[in-house]
């Protein structure tokens, strides 16, 4: 099911103002609006309950249709390594005496927040929508809300809140940083990464950069882009960092590159030895983003 995009979420301008990438397949293109820069599907998904099935998270064998990941649950150190940088932020800003509260939205197993486990001074709340995910999270003493963060009802203010890879799979990335503004307390801070679309990688790649997905990826920001995101949404920038990097186990980025490369696939297979090692490989291009909600 497809809702067609009538304007730009961020500077208003309509269809005769975009210019159009390339077809993403049958039914959607990639536009750019030409006034603010912008990158989004004109057609984007909503029939969220067949996307974010169990099996987003367990195996996706069609390039471009449906995101997903072979193993995700595998995927553990990787992740927490490459959002160590939010933990380091949000520790060294904190003091062990005082009481704070950290909600990480699109949370799935809970990786990010297992990391704050041991930190007594932290009330952590976990937010995800794909119920399979969020029961493993509970499994491990996580306290989770399984909703789409769209559709939560929370009264509580928070210090800080997180959301990895998530925005771009919104169908109103405006609206839901506002939600997130709402639920700071005044100069809260909000972390998030996002792949980078002003990247090389994407320059070169095209159809083929790895963050193409159809199905799940509605909104492709860079730089530029981002800021203006926040900037309306009632933030302050911190910092924008961009990382060329992701740590993955080694039988993830095989499979994923076999995907995307065919030809690849048998050559791919002689490195399966390597499966189990978590290393760092090249991820397409990301911003890692860190603002505070203006007071």
């Known amino acids: 099911m497809l809702n067609r995009v009538d304007e730009c979420i961020l500077c208003h301008s309509r269809e005769n103002e975009w210019r159009r990438i390339f077809a993403l397949n049958a039914e959607q293109d990639l536009v750019q609006c030409k006034k603010c820069g912008l990158f989004f599907n004109n057609f984007q998904r909503i029939d969220f309950e067949t996307i974010y099935t169990n099996d987003y998270f367990r195996k996706d064998e069609c390039v471009g249709s449906g995101g997903g990941f072979f193993n995700y649950s595998a995927l553990e150190r990787g992740i927490q390594r490459m959002y160590k940088f939010a933990k380091i932020f949000i520790l060294s800003i904190s003091d062990p005496k005082i009481k704070y509260k950290l909600m990480d939205i699109g949370c799935s197993y809970g990786f990010f927040l297992k990391m704050f486990k041991k930190e007594k001074n932290f009330s952590l709340l976990g937010v995800e929508l794909n119920k399979m995910s969020a029961e493993e999270a509970q499994k491990q003493g996580l306290n989770i809300c399984i909703i789409p963060f769209e559709e939560l009802t929370d009264t509580e203010e ?36 996002t792949p980078d679309i002003g990247s090389v990688y994407f320059k070169i790649l095209g159809k083929k950069w790895s963050s193409i997905h159809p199905a799940v990826h509605n909104y492709y920001f860079d730089e530029s882009t981002v800021k203006m995101l926040v900037k309306t949404s009632g933030f302050e920038i911190i910092s924008i960092q961009k990382s060329h990097f992701m740590w993955s186990d080694s039988f993830h980025f095989r499979k994923r590159l076999s995907e995307m490369f065919p030809l690849l696939k048998k050559v791919l297979k002689v490195t399966s030895f390597m499966d189990p090692w978590v290393l760092p490989f090249f991820n397409g291009g990301d911003l890692r983003v860190i603002v505070r909600k203006r007071i």
């Open 158 to 193: 928070y210090d800080y809140i997180t959301f990895f890879e998530l925005i771009e799979h919104t169908l109103s990335p405006v609206e839901v940083m506002k939600k997130i503004n709402s639920l700071l307390k005044p100069g809260g801070y909000a972390i998030f990464s």
